[in-house]
């Protein structure tokens, strides 16, 4: 059977740009994040409309689930914080793993002196952002390199190997907004091809779902929803983690966790007002990690 993302772009991806477009408005420096290419990327007419408040609250409450315009508002924030780290420490070479419409490579390119960027992802989600780069006028950084891949049919070691990704360099690993979306035995053998083309100190960065949200248990905020949304969009997950069995599961990898929030730490760091007051709840159906290869 034919996937929806075989066809046509990936609705969530187009939700998380949407959001990252939107947050770029925001007044609340709690929601305000600094993704200013997404916006570029939107409809003009659309654009428009998301600069008046009122209508980007209402928007956000009919088609984004509870929480997580505020969850991509954090990982936006955390994962820039990352990346930005990378490209100071001059890693050899970034690789970002369904990576939709991320912009960080257009970003920062000017901290970008010697790392090398690759962006993985579906065709049909890959060409439509380049296409939209082209028609904006936006141009793409020559270390920016496109690699098209279907995770579930195609080779990751082949398609890095032609696209001169190297083993054994200190390298950025990203998979936002990924893991979740692939086969269990795909999730296995991206790890194991990270394993493979790490170098000692490279970075590992992605977010996953609690294993509870994919056996449908219940119990986080915004669970029922966002598992509806993703479901109706012909994008079902099928990847999830145990509570507490993160190290373990990096272990397997040859990978130590470095950091790992959930719902409430990223609530803690991101929107936390200066009194100390929450200042909106988190989806807590997602968790974000960073690991390092040993």
Not at 251 to 276: I, N, P, Q, W
């Amino acid at each position: 059977m034919k996937r929806r993302i075989e066809s046509t772009t990936s609705r969530t991806a187009e939700l998380t740009c949407l959001s990252r477009a939107a947050s770029t408005m925001e007044k609340n420096p709690c929601y305000h994040s600094d993704d200013f290419i997404a916006p570029l990327l939107l409809p003009g007419g659309f654009k428009t409309f998301m600069r008046v408040p009122l209508s980007r609250r209402l928007f956000m409450k009919l088609f984004a689930p509870q929480g997580i315009y505020e969850y991509v508002i954090a990982r936006t924030k955390y994962i820039d914080a990352v990346f930005k780290q990378a490209l100071s420490e001059r890693f050899d070479q970034g690789l970002i793993f369904g990576a939709g419409f991320d912009t960080r490579a257009i970003r920062f390119h000017e901290l970008n002196k010697t790392t090398q960027i690759y962006e993985l992802d579906i065709s049909t989600t890959q060409q439509a952002k380049i296409g939209q780069y082209q028609k904006r006028g936006v141009t793409a950084p020559p270390e920016l390199h496109y690699i098209p891949i279907d995770f579930d049919k195609e080779s990751l070691p082949e398609k890095l190997d032609e696209a001169g990704f190297e083993k054994g360099k200190r390298s950025l690993f990203l998979m936002e907004g990924l893991l979740m979306y692939l086969q269990p035995a795909s999730v296995m053998q991206t790890f194991q091809t990270i394993r493979n083309y790490a170098g000692r100190g490279s970075l590992i960065v992605f977010d996953y779902v609690k294993a509870s949200v994919i056996h449908s248990k219940g119990g986080n905020f915004g669970e029922t929803e966002i598992v509806k949304m993703v479901s109706g969009a012909g994008e079902s997950w099928f990847f999830g983690i145990e509570k507490g069995k993160i190290e373990q599961f990096l272990a397997g990898y040859s990978m130590r966790l470095v950091d790992h929030k959930d719902a409430e730490k990223l609530e803690e760091t991101y929107f936390t007002g200066s009194t100390g007051k929450l200042i909106a709840p988190i989806n807590g159906t997602h968790c974000l990690v960073t690991a390092e290869k040993n």
